[in-house]
């Protein structure tokens, strides 16, 4: 999977994790699964790093409770 990167002239990653600043129509949207999520630090740090990486690129934080995985999940739209 191929993440493109910001050009030269886009704004500085944020200086802190949990920060982000912009997003645009070019940005990569990935997505953590779990129930519960809310507790979840990796969207904070994996998207910070993103950023700090030169990557257009948001982790989110997705909630499927187990009982409704096998329906929600192949919803979900695949990475391109």
């Known amino acids: 999977m191929c ?8 704004p500085p990653p944020p200086e802190r ?5 912009y997003v645009s129509g070019r940005t990569r ?7 519960p999520i809310a507790q979840a630090r990796s969207p ?16 989110v934080p997705i909630e499927i409770a187990p009982d409704e995985f096998d ?3 192949p919803q979900l739209p695949e990475a391109r």
């Open 3 to 10: 993440i493109p990167t910001r050009a030269s002239k886009s």
């Open 17 to 21: 994790a949990g920060e982000v600043d």
């Open 29 to 35: 949207l990935f997505g953590i699964v779990g129930h």
């Open 44 to 59: 904070q740090t994996v998207t910070h790093e993103l950023r700090r990486r030169g990557a257009e690129a948001l982790l």
């Open 71 to 73: 329906a929600v999940f």
